[in-house]
Nanobody, 125 residues
Framework: VQLQAYGGGLVQSGGSLRLSCAAS????????IGWFRQAPGKEREFVAY????????YYSESVKGRFTISRDNAKKTVYLQMNSLKSEDTAVYYC???????????????????WGLGTLVTVSS
């Protein structure tokens, strides 16, 4: 099982980036996926979640209205479109697969059983 997040980079405040999470080694369309981030000196925090069907999404309050999570199961990829970026969005972003037993705990990282390597997003003010 592998997850790989990519698409990070340097962007100015107010700009946009789209992150991608490519999955392999499992049937990604059967699983729920989350995005987390870890800012320098801070703990990793929940950002967004999408159900396997794509019909249900959930966001942290800090990104709601600015970020959009989506998925293309045919491409085995989950996306995180980030708009109106702020300096406080600077972090390493990770995607992860929610475990079968963690269906109701999608904001809690310990219920995710596979994590990809992160991708760094830097927002300059």
């Amino acid at each position: 099982v592998q997850l790989q997040a990519y698409g990070g980079g340097l962007v100015q405040s107010g700009g946009s980036l789209r992150l991608s999470c490519a999955a392999s080694g499992f049937t990604v369309e059967n699983y729920n996926i989350g995005w987390f981030r870890q800012a320098p000196g801070k703990e990793r925090e929940f950002v967004a979640y999408i159900r396997w069907s794509g019909g249900s999404t959930y966001y942290s309050e800090s990104v709601k209205g600015r970020f959009t999570i989506s998925r293309d199961n045919a491409k085995k990829t989950v996306y995180l479109q980030m708009n109106s970026l702020k300096s406080e969005d600077t972090a390493v972003y990770y995607c992860a697969k929610l475990s079968d037993s963690g269906s109701y705990y999608y904001t809690t990282q310990r219920w995710y059983d596979y994590w990809g390597l992160g991708t760094l997003v830097t927002v300059s003010s």
